[in-house]
């Protein structure tokens, strides 16, 4: 397995945890009972996270990439390999 098969597993394991992570902690502003005028949106976040999010989401999916470098150089699932060119 070459470096760019692993940097793209774990850019798909980046995104799956981003989405994973995204919601949790936040209070939409229906939840709060903030009166949205000018046509917001009652289910947007009041306070998203977001670098805080990043910052999870990156040392989270590191951890999951390890276990699945670890599963796939141990062989329990093996990757197939593409023909020479």
Known sequence: ?????????????????LFAVL?????THAEMGIDLK?????GAPVNPNLKRKFITTTWVSAIVWLVVM?????GVIPMPSAPPV
């Open 23 to 27: 919601p949790l902690g936040t209070k």
């Open 1 to 17: 397995m070459g470096p760019m098969t692993m940097v793209a597993i774990y850019l798909v394991c980046w995104w799956t945890v």
């Open 70 to 74: 670890v599963v796939v150089w141990s």
């Open 38 to 42: 000018d046509g917001g949106d009652p």
